[in-house]
């Protein structure tokens, strides 16, 4: 409680402003996830959440940081940097994995086609 | 008056990630396929990984910054090996 009634206004107002949207993009993120019809428009949702709701609460992170601790404090950048790299490559590997278990399945009413890669008889 | 506003908007984005960890949650629990189940947890790691961070600035605490970090690497690698799992049927081969 301390730490927080020690940062000034003119830090405390864009923290605010970064923590209310990135709380917002989150839940629309969640929402997306549980509402939407298939799994290939479901995939899309934590998209959202992963980049823009979590880089807006790292930068609230660092610029909060930074001004109570009145230094540079930007380590968060070492989580910003790993959800870039990874947030793609989960999400390929995720979507590989659905496209092939789909089609292995015989489920067409997905909508998975996997154009040349994988080739699969009709049963 | 802002430290009132920082509370609050502290607060909200609590409620907002606690919610969305509970659709992410529904998801697990009734996605109909295997891979459903994946991308929810996925999600889930990762709005834990914002809970931490956002404990880190509530309490003013470097410290969550490690734990955040360790769910992030731990999140990434369980879902590689579940997407591992979910393609070939067995994840060391």
Redesign the interface.
């Known amino acids: 409680m301390?730490?927080?009634?020690t940062?000034?206004?003119w830090a405390?107002?864009p923290?605010?402003?970064l923590?209310?949207v990135?709380?917002?993009i989150?839940?629309i993120?969640?929402?997306g996830?549980?509402r939407l019809p298939t799994?290939y428009q479901?995939?899309h949702?934590?998209a959202i959440?992963?980049t823009l709701?979590?880089g807006c609460?790292?930068l609230?992170?660092m610029l909060?940081?930074s001004v109570?601790q009145s230094r540079l404090?930007i380590?968060?950048i070492?989580?910003s940097i790993?959800?870039l790299l990874?947030a793609p490559?989960?999400a390929m590997?995720?979507m590989?994995?659905?496209v092939?278990?789909d089609l292995r399945a015989q489920k067409h009413a997905t909508g998975a086609s996997a154009g040349e890669v994988y080739h699969y008889e009709e049963k | 008056m802002m430290t009132t506003l920082l509370e609050w908007s502290i607060a909200f984005a609590f409620i907002c990630i606690v919610l969305a960890m509970v659709l992410c949650a529904i998801r697990l629990l009734l996605g109909p396929a295997a891979h459903d189940r994946v991308l929810a947890l996925d999600t889930l790691w990762m709005t834990a990984m914002l809970l931490a961070l956002m404990m880190g600035i509530r309490f003013g605490d470097l410290i969550y910054f490690d734990a955040a970090m360790l769910i992030a690497l731990l999140g990434f690698v369980s879902t590689i090996a579940l997407t591992k799992f979910l393609m070939r049927g067995e994840i060391i081969e």
């Open positions: 301390n730490a927080l009634a940062l000034p206004a405390a107002l923290v605010s402003l923590l209310i990135g709380g917002s989150v839940v993120g969640a929402l996830l549980l799994f479901r995939i949702g934590p959440t992963i709701g979590a609460v790292l609230a992170s909060y940081f109570a404090v380590h968060e070492v989580i790993f959800l990874t490559v989960v590997l995720i590989r994995a659905a092939y278990r």
